[in-house]
């Protein structure tokens, strides 16, 4: 899905949005990008040069999903 918000020279956006009602992953310009599932928290960044990002999803259990784009890897962490 980020893919598709990915500016033509390769960076990726400075920050994305939750939606006020927190149901839904927003891009800067309104896209919706995913589906929040209730109580989780998202997290993301990017590097300096934002050609890089990371994306972290933490469920109210405190289970959390972390996808990195430098890698491709999908890290998933149980407490």
């Known amino acids: 899905m980020l893919r598709q ?3 033509a020279d390769g960076t990726w956006p400075g920050s ?5 009602d927190g ?3 927003m891009s800067p310009d309104g896209i919706t990008l995913a589906p929040i599932p209730p109580g989780a ?3 993301y ?3 300096s040069d934002r050609r ?3 994306l972290t999803l933490i469920g109210p259990l405190g289970v959390s999903t ?3 784009s430098s ?8 407490p």
């Open 45 to 47: 960044s990017t590097s």
């Open 52 to 54: 890089e990002y990371s």
């Open 41 to 43: 928290q998202v997290l």
């Open 5 to 7: 918000i990915a500016s």
């Open 71 to 78: 890698t491709g890897a999908i890290e998933t962490s149980v």
């Open 23 to 25: 149901t839904r992953l």
């Open 16 to 20: 994305l949005a939750v939606t006020t």
């Open 66 to 68: 972390s996808y990195l």
